[in-house]
């Protein structure tokens, strides 16, 4: 019966630090060539990611899953490209629901950091 209740606590306690997003940088607009990988955790607030340096300004297409339905069904997280470090420089698209898509002219080749924004719905 103790063991039971502990294991029950433990999975509630874990249950928020399940991954909840995550992204896929390719840097061809086809979603080929070198992928850069990133996840995270469902905790509500925000979080800037600073992108490797072999991966930095070279994304043209992306893969963003706002969210896992199967280990954080109850958190939504939104994901913004900057450039520039810190994610304090030029903001570019945000991203709020599941995407595959190749990014604006505009915007390929430039991101450097990206923020996570994640909420409890």
Not at 26 to 53: Q, R
Not at 69 to 91: A, I, K, V, W, Y
Request: positive net charge; hydrophobic residues 30%.
């Amino acid at each position: 019966m103790k063991f039971t209740t502990l294991a029950a606590a433990a999975a509630i306690a874990l249950a928020g630090n399940a991954d909840a997003w995550r992204v896929y940088l390719h840097d061809h607009s086809n979603f080929g060539g070198t992928t850069y990988t990133a996840s995270g955790p469902g905790n509500p607030g925000s979080a800037c990611h600073i992108i490797p340096k072999e991966h930095r300004y070279r994304a043209a297409s992306i893969t963003y899953y706002a969210y896992d339905r199967q280990t954080n069904p109850t958190t939504r997280c939104t994901l913004e490209l900057f450039e520039g470090f810190h994610c304090d420089g030029m903001s570019g698209p945000e991203f709020s629901s599941d995407t595959k898509t190749a990014l604006h002219s505009a915007w390929r080749d430039r991101a450097s950091c990206f923020k996570t924004t994640c909420n409890r719905v």
